[in-house]
Structures are given as C-alpha cells and as structure tokens.
C-alpha cells in the first residue's frame, strides 16, 4: 500500500517541474582498432601519403629509409590519412581529406573527436 502525502501537492508539483533528462556520460564513437590507427598515425610523415616513384624507391634503398606501410582497409587507410593530414594542416585542412574520411564511412559528429584526438596524441588511447 502506498502512503500520498496530498499536503505537499506533489503530483501536480511532479508535472509541472522541467523534466530534465538523464545524465549520460559522452561515449566515445570511435573504436579502439580505430584508435590504434590514430596512435599509428601520429609517427607517419606526409610524405607517406604520396606514391613513391622510382627514384624515390631507388633513394629510399640506398639510405635505408623504411616508408610508413599503408593499411589494407580502405576504412582504416582514410582515417590514417585524415590524421596525418590533420596534424600536418591543423584547421586548414583540405575539404577533400573530409570528404574522402565521410565517403569511407565515418560520420561528421566523429571528425571532432578525432581532431582533438590527433592534436593530444597522448590522450589516443585514453
């Protein structure tokens, strides 16, 4: 049996008040393989996102310069790109990097995350 204390009103009271909705932590929409490409990406050259020519290939063996490896994943592969070009331009990015990132798959509410992930590399895996 329930106990309806009617001297305080409150029912009506419950009604009237601004309902506030729940407290929700901000959950993160970036995965941790994504992450680790962040992390991965944060040592990566500019000159890693240009096709190496010949004479780039045939310097690059005489010095015994070992080139960033591209990933496989298209997905991944546009991320590592991004970052890169994002530490490199900051807010000057070029459009195209964005689109190039959003025709992979990602959503624009994640490019703000990851560029406060790329600007704090230590926070990457935080």
Do not use: C
């Amino acid at each position: 049996m329930a106990y309806l204390d009617l001297a305080f009103d409150l029912p009506r009271a419950a009604l009237v008040a601004p309902a506030t909705g729940p407290v929700r932590d901000t959950v993160s929409r970036i995965a941790p393989l994504e992450r680790k490409v962040l992390q991965l990406a944060s040592t990566d050259a500019q000159s890693s996102l240009n096709e190496t020519g010949r004479i780039g290939r045939m310097l690059r063996w005489v010095f015994a310069v070992k080139p960033a490896n591209r990933l496989a994943e298209p997905r991944l592969e546009a991320l590592r790109r991004f970052a890169v070009m994002a530490r490199v331009y900051g807010d000057a990015l070029p459009d195209a990097e964005v689109d190039r990132l959003i025709h992979a798959g990602f959503v624009r509410e994640t490019l703000a995350e990851i560029r406060q992930l790329v600007r704090a590399p230590g926070r990457v895996m935080a």
